[in-house]
């Protein structure tokens, strides 16, 4: 399968989202990850890879910060797995 350029994880403050993030950008993906607050680890892998890994704040139970979100990844190409 080939790389893809751009990888949307929901939830990478801490636990499963976090290593999927951490795996992704091992593998030289761009990772555009969400947190709901501020979290530790995922500033630690920023500092890692400031060139490959985008923080975007979400609170996926709140649809006008969903919607905040999509207008601005609308220029990003995702690729999508199902």
Do not use: H
Request: hydrophobic share 40%.
């Amino acid at each position: 399968m080939p790389m893809p350029s751009t990888v949307l994880i929901l939830g990478v403050s801490r636990g499963l989202g976090l290593a999927m993030a951490e795996e992704w950008l091992k593998r030289d993906a761009k990772v555009i990850a969400t947190e709901r607050s501020v979290s530790p680890g995922l500033g630690g892998l920023q500092s890692r890879y400031p060139g490959s890994l985008e923080v975007e704040t979400v609170d996926i139970a709140d649809g006008p910060s969903v919607r905040s979100l999509r207008a601005r990844l609308e220029a990003n190409a995702l690729t999508c797995f199902s």
